[in-house]
């Protein structure tokens, strides 16, 4: 009996020692990774961007006005860019001052900062270069890396992203202060273990030139494919579906976007539009979580976009389920 629980009492203490091993080395592993400095270019773009000089000289408009009717359009493109698009109040709040990621122990506690700009906002003193590097490089402005799934947003354009800047400027300001990331036991271990990638380190290049302006907004496969930036996060740089990773275990998989068997072969463009605005598929059956969170801002979206998305789709190679 003695030596049964002898045998017991050691492989208890062997297994804490693990576990406490494994804890610290996932500890120390997620620290660094989050301690490192990202080297990133430091760029510039104007905020709002100005009407082309040929417009303020034939609507005749003195540089005040030119600047007023430049910020009042940079305002109403960011709108829709934030609502039909790039679903930022998904994690910073519908009113931006601050929102969740993921809540939810033993992962962590993921909160969105406040980005208007009353107390515990934190853009107050951004230029053009801090905002480049948050949202399109997923580097915070004392150069760490963030928690901020930023590959979705590194097909954004210049003018896309100055846009954005415009609209969360004239939002009102909110009091409320958000307290940093933190991880749990687990989320520890995931970001140790490389299931929790940081966007930093998705990103391809922290260096290459972004793109001044969008494509023009027209049904081609050129602005479709803009457009799909913000899918690959969960169907997959092919758009070949399959597990999303990091995602809620409780998630379906991703489905195939590519015209496959296995993907959106015999589908029209008015089954793409049921799917996306009604959450109904061809056979009847309901689109599920998380696609079920994107729809809402593609109800937002106009038909030449959801038009230039589905064309772009139908250009992609097939392939199978991934
Ligand atoms: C999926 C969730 C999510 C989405 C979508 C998202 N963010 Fe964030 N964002 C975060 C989190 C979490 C942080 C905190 C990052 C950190 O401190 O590591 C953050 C941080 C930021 C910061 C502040 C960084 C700092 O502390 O100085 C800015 C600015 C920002 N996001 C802007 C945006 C904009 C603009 C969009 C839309 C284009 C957007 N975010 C979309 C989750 C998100
Ligand atoms: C947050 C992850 C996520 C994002 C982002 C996302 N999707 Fe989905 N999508 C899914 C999942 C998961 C499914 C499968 C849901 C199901 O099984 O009901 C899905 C299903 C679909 C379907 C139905 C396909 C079928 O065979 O049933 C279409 C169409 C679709 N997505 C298009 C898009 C487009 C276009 C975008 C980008 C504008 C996009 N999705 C962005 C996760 C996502």
Redesign the pocket.
């Known amino acids: 009996m003695k030596t049964v629980l002898k045998v017991a009492g050691v492989v208890v203490a062997c297994l804490l020692l693990i576990g406490g091993a494994a804890y610290g080395w996932a500890s120390v592993t997620t620290d660094r990774a989050f301690s490192r400095a990202i080297d990133t270019h430091s760029i510039d773009f104007p905020i709002p961007f100005p009407l082309a000089a040929e417009e303020v000289e034939e609507l005749e408009l003195t540089d005040e006005e030119a600047r007023e009717v430049a910020l009042e359009r940079a305002r109403e493109r960011g709108r829709h860019l934030v609502q039909a698009r790039y679903a930022c109040g998904e994690c910073h709040g519908d009113d931006f001052s601050g929102g969740v990621m993921v809540d939810a122990f033993p992962i962590g506690r993921l909160l969105g900062p406040n980005l208007t700009g009353g107390e515990g906002g934190v853009t107050g003193g951004y230029t053009a270069a801090d905002w480049d590097r948050i949202v399109r490089h997923g580097v915070l402005p004392d150069g760490r890396p963030a928690v901020m799934p930023s590959e979705d947003f590194q097909l954004m354009s210049d003018q896309e992203l100055s846009d954005i800047i415009v609209f969360l400027s004239s939002q009102p300001p909110i009091d409320n202060q958000v307290p940093p990331p933190s991880f749990g036991p687990l989320g520890r271990m995931l970001v140790a273990t490389g299931e929790i990638h940081l966007s930093a380190d998705l990103i391809d290049s922290h260096t290459t030139s972004h793109t001044a302006l969008p494509p023009a907004a027209e049904v081609s496969v050129e602005f479709g494919r803009h ?2 930036g ?2 690959v ?3 997959g740089q092919d758009y070949a579906g399959g597990p ?1 990773a990091g995602g809620d275990p409780s ?7 590519t015209p496959h068997e296995s ?2 072969a015999g589908w029209s463009y008015e089954d ?1 539009a049921r ?2 605005l009604d959450e109904v ?1 061809p056979d009847g059956s ?3 979580l ?2 079920t ?2 729809t809402p801002y ?1 109800r937002e979206m106009t038909e030449v976009e959801l038009q230039a ?1 589905w064309r772009y ?1 139908q250009s992609v190679p097939p392939v199978p389920t991934g």
């Open positions: 457009l799909a913000v899918c996060g969960c169907h999303i998630w379906a998989a991703a489905r195939n976007l993907g959106l793409f799917a996306m598929r309901p689109v599920q998380p696609m969170m994107i593609a998305l789709l």
